[in-house]
């Protein structure tokens, strides 16, 4: 069984920073991608950050400058440094990883939420 354990969201103001983290545990198998997802209500989920096992990185377009994705191979981990924060910004995170077989695996998400 694989579980992804997110931690780091929660309420900030306009300008303000945080960092989410998302562990992975159990038979996962080679990690592949790892990325950040957000979802607003009545809106589709949309890729955030993502990072390859080589350390290449991409971005949304409305991220680009604020958010830096980054991962700890040895612990499983990766992480979404979030800087400059706006009101848009706010969303439940998701957590996304996948392997070498081609599996895909999904947190629970977090809530970030950005007060004006």
């Known amino acids: 069984q694989v579980q992804l354990v997110e931690s780091g969201g929660g309420l900030v103001q306009a300008g303000g920073s945080l960092r989410l983290s998302c562990a992975a545990s159990g038979s996962i198998f080679s990690i592949s991608t790892m990325a950040w997802y957000r979802q607003t209500p009545g809106k589709q989920r949309e890729l955030v950050a993502a990072i390859t096992s080589g350390g290449s990185t991409n971005y949304a377009d409305s991220v680009k400058g604020r958010f830096t994705i980054s991962r700890d191979n040895a612990k499983n981990t990766v992480y979404l440094q979030i800087n400059s924060l706006k009101p848009e910004d706010t969303a439940v995170y998701y957590c996304?990883?996948?392997?070498?077989?081609?599996?895909?695996?999904w947190g629970q998400g977090t809530q970030v939420t950005v007060s004006s």
């Open positions: 996304y990883v996948n392997n070498r077989l081609g599996r895909a695996y």
